[in-house]
C-alpha cells in the first residue's frame, strides 16, 4: 500500500501542474510499483487518473477551456479509444510498454523542440476557422482516444502537445483542456476495458485518494508557473519515465 500511495500522490501532482502525463505514470507505476499486471493496471490507471483530473480540473474552470475544441476531440476520442482496446488484446504486453516508451520520447521532443507559441485556427474555437480547426481536432482525437484504449492513458502527454502544436491553444489554455479530454477519453476507456475487469478496490483508493488530493493542490500552484517551465519540466518527466520503462521491460 505504501508505493500505492506515494506513487498515487505523484500521479496527481503531475495532472494538477501540467494537465496531463498522470498515466505514463500511473501504468508503469501499477505495472512495476504495485505488482499489478498490465491488463489490470490499464483499466485501473484509466478509472484513477480520469477521477484525479476531474478533480484537477475544477480549479481551472475560469481560466479558459476551450470547450468547442474539448467535444470535438472527446466526441472523436471515444470510438477510437474502443478500437485501441481491440488491438491491444491481441498485442504482448511487453511490446505494449516499449511502444508506451516510444511514444513518450516523441512526445517529449516535440515539447522540447517547439519553444515559440502562437494562436492557431482553435486557439478561439472551432467557430472562428471551422474549417482549418475541425478536421485537425478531429485527427488528434482520433490518434489520441486509440492510444488511450491501446495503452490504457488518458491521453494527456499527447493531447496538451497536440492541443499548443497542432491546434494553436496557448499551453495554460491547452492544460485545462487537456483535462477535461482526459475525462472523456478515460471514460470511454475504462468502459471499453470494464469487460471482465475485477475491481481490486484497497489498491484504486490507495492510489485514487492521494491522486486526487495531489492533482488539487498542484493545480493551484501551478498558475504560477511560466508556460516555458511547465512544458520543459513535461519534457524531463516523460524521457525519465521512457527510460524507466524500457528498462524495466528489457529486464523482465
Same mark, same amino acid.
Given at each position: 500500500? @505504501?508505493?500505492?500511495?506515494?506513487?498515487?500522490?505523484?500521479?496527481? @501532482?503531475?495532472?494538477?501542474?501540467?494537465?496531463?502525463?498522470?498515466s505514463i505514470i500511473?501504468?508503469?507505476?501499477?505495472?512495476?510499483?504495485?505488482?499489478?499486471?498490465?491488463?489490470?493496471?490499464?483499466?485501473?490507471?484509466?478509472?484513477?487518473?480520469?477521477?484525479?483530473?476531474?478533480?484537477?480540473?475544477?480549479?481551472?474552470?475560469?481560466?479558459?477551456?476551450?470547450?468547442?475544441?474539448?467535444?470535438?476531440?472527446?466526441?472523436?476520442?471515444?470510438?477510437?479509444?474502443?478500437?485501441?482496446?481491440?488491438?491491444?488484446?491481441?498485442?504482448?504486453?511487453?511490446?505494449?510498454?516499449?511502444?508506451?516508451a516510444a511514444i513518450?520520447?516523441?512526445?517529449? @521532443?516535440?515539447?522540447?523542440?517547439?519553444?515559440?507559441?502562437?494562436?492557431?485556427?482553435?486557439?478561439?474555437?472551432?467557430?472562428?476557422?471551422?474549417?482549418?480547426?475541425?478536421?485537425?481536432?478531429?485527427?488528434?482525437?482520433?490518434?489520441?482516444?486509440?492510444?488511450?484504449?491501446?495503452?490504457?492513458?488518458?491521453?494527456?502527454?499527447?493531447?496538451?502537445?497536440?492541443?499548443?502544436?497542432?491546434?494553436?491553444?496557448?499551453?495554460?489554455?491547452?492544460?485545462?483542456?487537456?483535462? +477535461?479530454?482526459?475525462?472523456?477519453?478515460?471514460?470511454?476507456?475504462?468502459?471499453?476495458?470494464?469487460?471482465?475487469?475485477?475491481?481490486?478496490?484497497?489498491?484504486?483508493?490507495?492510489?485514487?485518494?492521494?491522486?486526487?488530493?495531489?492533482?488539487?493542490?498542484?493545480?493551484?500552484?501551478?498558475?504560477?508557473?511560466?508556460?516555458?517551465?511547465?512544458?520543459?519540466?513535461?519534457?524531463?518527466?516523460?524521457?525519465?519515465?521512457?527510460?524507466?520503462?524500457?528498462?524495466?521491460? +528489457?529486464?523482465?
Amino acid at each position: 500500500m @505504501i508505493p500505492a500511495l506515494a506513487l498515487g500522490l505523484l500521479v496527481g @501532482i503531475v495532472l494538477g501542474v501540467v494537465g496531463g502525463g498522470g498515466s505514463i505514470i500511473a501504468v508503469p507505476a501499477l505495472v512495476y510499483g504495485v505488482g499489478l499486471s498490465p491488463a489490470q493496471a490499464i483499466p485501473t490507471s484509466l478509472l484513477v487518473v480520469g477521477v484525479s483530473s476531474l478533480a484537477a480540473l475544477l480549479p481551472r474552470l475560469r481560466e479558459g477551456i476551450n470547450w468547442p475544441v474539448v467535444l470535438l476531440v472527446g466526441a472523436a476520442g471515444m470510438p477510437a479509444a474502443w478500437g485501441g482496446t481491440a488491438v491491444g488484446r491481441l498485442l504482448d504486453p511487453n511490446i505494449l510498454m516499449l511502444a508506451f516508451a516510444a511514444i513518450m520520447v516523441i512526445a517529449g @521532443i516535440r515539447m522540447l523542440t517547439s519553444t515559440t507559441e502562437s494562436e492557431g485556427s482553435c486557439s478561439t474555437g472551432p467557430t472562428r476557422a471551422f474549417r482549418t480547426c475541425a478536421p485537425k481536432a478531429v485527427g488528434v482525437g482520433l490518434l489520441v482516444g486509440f492510444l488511450t484504449g491501446l495503452l490504457g492513458v488518458g491521453g494527456g502527454f499527447l493531447i496538451t502537445p497536440a492541443l499548443t502544436l497542432f491546434l494553436g491553444l496557448r499551453t495554460k489554455q491547452a492544460v485545462g483542456s487537456s483535462l +477535461a479530454i482526459i475525462v472523456i477519453n478515460s471514460a470511454a476507456g475504462f468502459g471499453a476495458h470494464a469487460a471482465g475487469f475485477t475491481i481490486e478496490w484497497p489498491t484504486i483508493l490507495a492510489f485514487a485518494v492521494p491522486a486526487v488530493l495531489g492533482s488539487l493542490f498542484a493545480a493551484r500552484f501551478a498558475r504560477r508557473l511560466k508556460d516555458k517551465h511547465v512544458r520543459l519540466s513535461f519534457a524531463v518527466l516523460i524521457f525519465a519515465v521512457a527510460a524507466w520503462v524500457t528498462a524495466s521491460t +528489457a529486464t523482465a
